[in-house]
Nanobody
């Protein structure tokens, strides 16, 4: 099992920045690719970004490319999501996930999930 806990959410004005963190415990964190997803009210959970276990490759949804940066520190068992130039449409609960089996962009392919952290962007 891997336990994941997100933090860093909050309220920010459009154009502002936030950094989310995902702290992992349990099985060896560095063994797994990790990812971020988000879910807005009334919408399905959607892929935001993913990172390989070494951190050598990253993947982004088109909607956040150039504005968000995913990273990880395996020594600290922590993954990050730096979010810049935030827009009201980025408002959602953000979840971290670990251990995908197949398609990174498909929520059902990920084995472990955190409980989420709320990000609200005001216009």
């Amino acid at each position: 099992q891997v336990q994941l806990v997100e933090s860093g959410g909050g309220l920010v004005q459009a154009g502002g920045s936030l950094e989310l963190s995902c702290a992992a415990s349990g099985r060896t964190f560095s063994n797994y690719p990790m990812g971020w997803f988000r879910q807005a009210p009334g919408k399905e959970r959607e892929f935001v970004a993913a990172i390989t276990w070494t951190g050598g490759s990253t993947f982004y949804a088109d909607s956040v490319k150039g504005r968000f940066t995913i990273s990880r520190d395996n020594a600290k068992n922590t993954m990050y999501l730096q979010m810049d130039s935030l827009k009201p449409e980025d408002t959602a609960v953000y979840f971290c996930a670990a251990d995908p089996d197949g398609n990174y962009e498909r929520p059902s392919d990920w084995s472990f999930w955190g409980r989420g952290t709320q990000v609200t962007v005001s216009s």
